[in-house]
C-alpha cells in the first residue's frame, strides 16, 4: 500500500501560516482572528484553492468558505430578459431524411416501415394494430 505524498507547501501559504501560527501563541483565550489575517487567508485561498489554504494555516474550511463567498460580488441581473425556449423552424434546404423502423412480433411476424421526407405516421397507432393491442 502506498502512503500519502506530502507536498510542499508554497513560501506565500508557509509564510502566512506563520504569520497565524504567532497570533496563536500571543493571543487571549476567546479572541477572534483579526481581520487582516482573513483577508490574507481569503487572498491566499483563490490562489491556492480553500481545502489547501485551510489546512496549511489550521482554519475551519467552512468558516473560510463562508467569508470568500460573502466577498464575491452579486451576479449582474441580465438587463435583456431571454427567452426559457426557442423553437428553430427546419431549413428548407434540408435533405429529406429516410428512415427504417421495424416492429417483432412474438409470432415472428415483423412489420417493416421505411419512411422518407418529413411526415411521420402515427407510429403508436401502427404498433397498437400490429400487436393487436387496445
Known sequence: ???KT???IP???????????????RREFGARIPESLWRRAMALSA???L???AKALRLDYYSLKQRVEAQAP???PDP???PAFVELAASPLATTGECLIEFAHTSGSILRIHLKGHEV????ALGRSFWNVE
Open 6 to 8: 506530502s507536498r510542499a
Open 80 to 82: 435583456v430578459p431571454r
Open 51 to 53: 481545502n489547501r489554504t
Open 47 to 49: 490562489r491556492h484553492g
Open 121 to 124: 405516421p402515427d407510429l403508436v
Open 11 to 25: 513560501t506565500d501559504l508557509a509564510r502566512v501560516a506563520g504569520r497565524f501560527a504567532e497570533w496563536r501563541r
Open 74 to 76: 452579486a451576479p449582474v
Open 1 to 3: 500500500m502506498r502512503g
